[in-house]
């Protein structure tokens, strides 16, 4: 084992964790806000809107992340349309292709998540807040948002921790988050082994606390629940 790589892998990596939460936080925040309107969507069956929306999640939940974040940074500078716009500002960034990559990707994953918990809401609920008097827009902000919320709470945990590894992949596209910078390393070391220990190892930690925190805001949630 050669532990100088070692070392500079343990002071070198966790450095690269200010861009990995980025590109973790950031999709996942617009993503949450953009898929409670398009689960909304989805559950109106048989409509035009609804089967936009669909095809929306089925293409970007049935293709490799990789390949969206190539398409968006690779396929799109070679646009005329975008090299001469506005746009052409973004697209050569290769932060922001990951970002809107991620967030397309993030989005479509947790509209699925969040029609299947709308459609897991209990009627009673929301027949007792009609018959309180509440509008529309009250009881889905103070009935069903809360309950959906509750009830997909897990499934999208696994989607936070996703993001997370899925976040390895914008080292394809020269960012130096914990992957771009572990494979960095590698190139200079010439020890593989040692560097994605390393990194492996702080992914570990991350996704562990991310589990911890997650529990502890479900028990809050669901205070009857014990783990």
Not at 14 to 36: E, K, M, N, Q, Y
Not at 41 to 46: F, H, Q
Not at 51 to 80: D, K, N
Request: positive net charge; glycine residues 6%.
């Amino acid at each position: 084992m050669n532990l100088d790589a070692f070392r500079e892998a343990i002071m070198l990596l966790p450095t690269g964790l200010v861009l990995t939460a980025g590109l973790t936080i950031v999709p996942l925040l617009v993503a949450f806000i953009v898929s409670l309107p398009l689960a909304l969507v989805r559950t109106a069956k048989g409509t035009l809107s609804s089967s936009i929306v669909l095809g929306y999640t089925y293409i970007f939940r049935g293709t490799p992340l990789m390949v969206q974040l190539f398409l968006i940074y690779y396929g799109l500078g070679q646009l005329a349309l975008v090299r001469d716009s506005f746009l052409w500002p973004v697209f050569r960034e290769p932060l922001w292709c990951a970002l809107i990559a991620f967030t397309l990707n993030s989005a479509a994953h947790t509209t699925e998540i969040f029609r299947g918990g709308f459609l897991a809401v209990p009627k009673g609920p929301i027949e007792a807040a009609k018959a309180l008097g509440l509008t529309r827009l009250q009881t889905l902000c103070f009935v069903t948002y809360p309950l959906m919320i509750r009830t997909v709470f897990p499934a999208y945990t696994n989607e936070v921790i996703g993001m997370l590894k899925a976040t390895s992949v914008a080292s394809t596209i020269t960012i130096l988050e914990v992957t771009g910078l572990s494979r960095q390393l590698v190139s200079a070391t010439f020890a593989p082994y040692e560097v994605f220990v390393v990194a492996g190892a702080i992914y570990l930690a991350t996704t562990l606390s991310i589990t911890w925190l997650a529990r502890a805001i479900e028990r809050g949630l669901n205070p009857i629940v014990r783990h």
